[in-house]
């Protein structure tokens, strides 16, 4: 930030003429300290993966320990940017560079994960835009902001409900990861888990909410949908070896309709996560929690037809394939998606608290990792892909009747591919990984704006783990239902 500490201010001081020697070395000096700074500055953010409010008070830091090494004053750091930092040509195109790094850097940090963060980029930008425009004084900017965004994320951070209710034994199992941490920024979360061979085969844990709190699940709807895909083989109303066009002829003509349904359940028909339109709409309304995945079939279809279909026959993980895959069925079978759901998974195992969130809401506001509240996921044409609503006590109902054989679709759970990972194979949609424990697990996680999800089922011992949370705590939820599933080995 301080990038006009670094040159020498003979110069510009005291007047030299800035074409001649003098002039020239300081302007070279100031060149030399900017784009020193400002690789070290990005580097170390990067290296240490710092957050908003880390990568700012890292600059501010970098600025003490630049401005005390070529020993200048500290009291320039406060003065107005006129005076101080930004009275020569090399001041003023540092404090330039300093407020287009700082979202240059919020940008790439959380690309990967906009639609849980954005909103801190959009306000961290805000904030840093609107106190400089007000102090003109960019190193005092930059610690307003840091401040200011760190008091955001501590009020905003969801903390972990009090209420506790359900099986004391698994409360307990619980407390462990609760004294590691492991349970920090959740609010409420509903555990249970399923021992066939047990005295008491279904446990349920809750804290805050209770059993029978309705949830996202997010993409634990694939495996629900490879469920009803693998039934509606055995129905002969699909095959895997069919082209998708054979039941979406929407598609025909198009190289995305070539594709099978076999490579939409595993992963391999190289359709993108998900299509441009969709990603679009997300980017303008996740950063203030509005729901953005509404798109609808027509518009899903024409995302389908231009793919580029880049990585077709390795894996890659696609919600927008599992949505095609997902409305082919349904259209196979003369339904809607919502009621093929209902009618082949849901009503016959008594799932009564399970449906598919379409037309309107079925759950309240969830809330993102970093805090912020976030509208339930209203589906159209993507609920195959992430749009059922379900409970603890429900899902207990669907892994009992997948450990017990009872469940239409099990072929769905037997691995027909590999996936990117060495030890894991993928069946229509289910994942199968085997672990060190020598435990095969079949499974599925999910994840919403506002909800996270993970389903785990040890076949061969006739155990699962069940884990629901309304705040996208991601890999925590998984990790939280790997744990638990490996301690009832």
Same mark, same amino acid.
């Given at each position: ?17 800035? +074409?001649? @020697? ?36 890292? =600059? ?6 630049? %401005?005390? =090494? ?18 020569? $040509?090399?001041?003023?195109? @540092? ?91 959740? $609010? ?11 005295? %008491? ?10 059993? +029978? ?5 997010? +993409? ?16 002969? !109303? ?64 024409? !995302? ?31 339904? +809607?998606?919502? !009621? ?6 849901? !009503? ?78 993928? @069946? ?9 424990? @020598? ?51």
């Amino acid at each position: 930030m301080a990038l006009h500490s670094f040159h020498r201010p003979a110069a510009d001081e005291a007047g030299t003429d800035s +074409s001649s @020697g003098p002039g020239r070395r300081g302007r070279r000096w100031g060149q030399l300290a900017a784009v020193v700074f400002s690789a070290v500055w990005i580097v170390l953010g990067w290296l240490l993966s710092l957050d908003a409010v880390g990568f700012l008070v890292l =600059g501010i830091a970098l600025v003490v320990v630049f %401005q005390l =090494g070529c020993r200048r004053p500290l009291r320039q750091l406060v003065a107005r940017d006129g005076a101080g930092l930004a009275r020569s $040509r090399t001041g003023k195109v @540092g404090v330039a560079a300093v407020l287009l790094l700082i979202p240059a850097y919020l940008v790439v940090r959380y690309a990967t994960t906009w639609v849980d963060n954005s909103w801190l980029l959009l306000l961290a930008v805000g904030v840093l835009l609107l106190a400089y425009v007000l102090l003109r004084r960019v190193v005092v900017a930059v610690a307003i902001t840091a401040v200011l965004v760190a008091g955001v994320m501590w009020v905003q951070t969801p903390r972990l409900a009090r209420g506790r209710s359900g099986d004391p034994g698994l409360l307990t199992q619980l407390s462990d990861p609760h004294r590691m941490g492991s349970l920090h920024g959740y $609010r409420d979360l509903a555990v249970a888990t399923v021992d066939l061979n047990a005295a %008491q085969p279904v446990r349920l844990a809750n804290i805050g909410g209770t059993a +029978s709190t309705p949830m996202e699940v997010g +993409s634990l709807t694939k495996a629900m949908t490879g469920l009803v895909v693998a039934d509606s083989i055995r129905r002969g !109303e699909l095959r895997l070896d069919a082209p998708v066009s054979t039941y979406l002829p929407q598609l025909h003509g198009a190289a995305a309709g070539d594709v099978t349904m076999g490579e939409l359940v595993t992963h391999r028909a190289g359709y993108a996560e998900f299509g441009a339109a969709t990603l679009r709409r997300a980017a303008w309304s996740a950063p203030v929690g509005r729901n953005w995945i509404t798109t609808s079939l027509d518009q899903m279809m024409q !995302e389908v037809r231009s793919g580029a279909l880049a990585t077709r026959g390795s894996y890659s993980y696609s919600t927008l394939g599992a949505a095609t895959a997902g409305q082919a069925a349904a259209a196979a079978a003369g339904m +809607s998606y919502p !009621e093929l759901m209902r009618t082949r998974l849901f !009503e016959p195992l008594g799932m009564a608290a399970t449906a598919i969130q379409t037309g309107h809401r079925l759950v309240q506001d969830g809330k993102t990792a970093s805090g912020l509240a976030v509208q339930p996921w209203v589906f159209d044409a993507y609920a195959p892909g992430g749009a059922a609503v379900s409970t603890a006590t429900d899902l207990t109902i669907l892994a009992t009747a997948l450990l017990s054989g009872t469940a239409p679709g099990l072929d769905a759970l037997t691995a027909t591919a590999s996936t990117d990972q060495s030890n894991t194979g993928i @069946g229509d949609f289910w994942r199968v990984t085997h672990w060190q424990t @020598g435990q095969t697990i079949t499974w599925h996680n999910g994840q919403t704006a506002g909800y996270t999800s993970y389903l785990g089922l040890d076949r061969e011992h006739h155990k699962a783990v069940i884990v629901l949370s309304d705040v996208a705590v991601d890999p925590g939820t998984t990790d939280l239902g790997v744990g638990l599933l490996a301690q009832a080995r």
